[in-house]
T-cell receptor, first 113, second 111 residues
């Protein structure tokens, strides 16, 4: 009964490949997020969807494309992977996009070789 | 825009020592304030929160008080344990859609 789940947990791939990370939440939340955490633990918000509508689209290379097929799912597709994309990617959800607690997934550790 | 500043780490303490991790913020309006904790290899999880001025959030022996006059939300614990070793993030949300996190403070507790 995991609240926010992500797959895969680990992803090792070559430069130039395309990969996707999937996220699902069973909390009934309306808002979902993608974050990137670097090796120094700095957390950068990338995207957010509220009721399947994109509400946050931070300065991120357009090789990154989110997709929300429904309120419970938010996927992240990355084209033409680069070395600098190596990081931990976290999905999170919250009841609404303002003032509410976020619930984080366990993270996807991406290593680009 | 909104911002959160928290003390740089690592903070290294002996077991049973007193912990303070400072956090100050800049925001318009009246944001909600949070402390999240990230244990090694895991995602962030809520430690405590406060939604209005003078509220005190508390959990697992940790406390933080929402001080609007000093725009601060410092995290404290009277007696830390080895199991408290983790990275602690101060965060705010409210007003804009964009949640704002501090850079994280690593806490290392030695036996």
């Amino acid at each position: 009964d995991t609240a926010v789940s992500q797959t895969p947990k680990y992803l090792v791939t070559q430069m130039g490949n395309d990969k996707s990370i999937k996220c699902e939440q069973n909390l009934g939340h309306d808002t979902m997020y993608w974050y990137k955490q670097d090796s120094k633990k700095f957390l950068k918000i990338m995207f957010s969807y509220n009721n399947k509508e994109l509400i946050i689209n931070e300065t991120v290379p357009n090789r990154f494309s989110p997709k929300s097929p429904d309120k419970a799912h938010l996927n992240l597709h990355i084209n033409s992977l680069e070395l600098g994309d190596s990081a931990v990617y976290f999905c999170a959800s919250s009841l609404d996009p303002r003032r509410e607690t976020q619930y984080f997934g366990p993270g996807t550790r991406l290593l680009v070789l | 825009g909104n911002s959160v500043t928290q003390m740089e780490g690592p903070v290294t303490l002996s077991e049973e020592a007193f912990l303070t991790i400072n956090c100050t913020y800049t925001a318009t309006g009246y944001p909600s304030l949070f402390w999240y904790v990230q244990y090694p290899g895991e995602g962030l999880q809520l430690l405590l929160k406060a939604t209005k001025a003078d509220d005190k959030g508390s959990n697992k022996g940790f406390e933080a008080t929402y001080r609007k006059e000093t725009t601060s939300f410092h995290l404290e614990k009277g007696s830390v344990q080895v199991s408290d070793s983790a990275v602690y993030f101060c965060a705010l949300s409210g007003g804009s859609y964009i949640p704002t996190f501090g850079r994280g403070t690593s806490l290392i507790v030695h036996p």
